[in-house]
C-alpha cells in the first residue's frame, strides 16, 4: 500500500522513467537482502518480513509506471498489451507457487524462488530498457 501510496503521490511529477528508477533497485535490493539474510541463517521473522516489505514497496512504486508504459506503447492492442501483463502475473505466479511446492519446504527455498524472480525482473527491466533506448536512437 505505501508504495502505490507514493506511485500515487509522486507520478505525475517523477515521470515514468523516474518512478521505474526508484522501484527497480529497491527489488533489487529487497531480493539480494532477502537471500543474503536467509542464506547467513538469520532465523527471525524480520529477516523474511523486511525484504518482502521492500519488494511490496518497491513493486508498488514502479508497476504502475510499467503497466501504462506497457499499456500505452501502441494505443491500438492496449487491450491485448493488459491481457498480457495480467496472464503473465497470474503464469509466473503458478510457475513460482509450483517450485514452493516440489521443492524442499524451507526458507531459504523461499528466498531463492522469491529472490530469484524479483532479480529476474529486474534483468528483464534493464534489458527490455536498453532494448528501447537503442531504438530510439536510431
Known amino acids: 500500500l505505501f508504495g502505490n501510496f507514493l506511485?500515487?503521490?509522486?507520478?505525475?511529477?517523477?515521470?515514468?522513467?523516474?518512478?521505474?528508477?526508484?522501484?527497480?533497485?529497491?527489488?533489487?535490493?529487497?531480493?539480494?537482502?532477502?537471500?543474503?539474510l536467509l542464506a547467513a541463517g538469520v532465523d527471525h521473522p524480520f529477516s523474511i518480513f523486511i525484504p518482502i516489505g521492500l519488494s511490496f514497496i518497491g513493486t508498488g512504486i514502479a508497476q504502475p509506471s510499467a503497466i501504462s508504459t506497457a499499456i500505452g506503447a501502441d494505443p491500438e492492442i492496449g487491450g491485448a498489451a493488459s491481457a498480457l501483463l495480467g496472464f503473465m502475473q497470474i503464469a509466473f505466479g503458478a510457475i513460482a507457487i509450483t517450485l514452493?511446492?516440489?521443492?524442499?519446504?524451507?526458507?531459504?527455498?523461499?528466498?531463492?524462488?522469491?529472490?530469484?524472480?524479483?532479480?529476474?525482473?529486474v534483468l528483464a527491466d534493464r534489458g527490455l530498457h536498453g532494448r528501447a533506448q537503442s531504438a530510439q536512437t536510431r
Open 7 to 36: 506511485a500515487g503521490r509522486f507520478s505525475v511529477d517523477l515521470k515514468v522513467e523516474r518512478m521505474l528508477a526508484i522501484g527497480t533497485p529497491l527489488l533489487a535490493l529487497s531480493a539480494v537482502l532477502l537471500i543474503g
Open 100 to 121: 514452493v511446492g516440489l521443492l524442499p519446504q524451507t526458507a531459504i527455498t523461499f528466498a531463492l524462488i522469491s529472490g530469484g524472480a524479483l532479480v529476474l525482473a
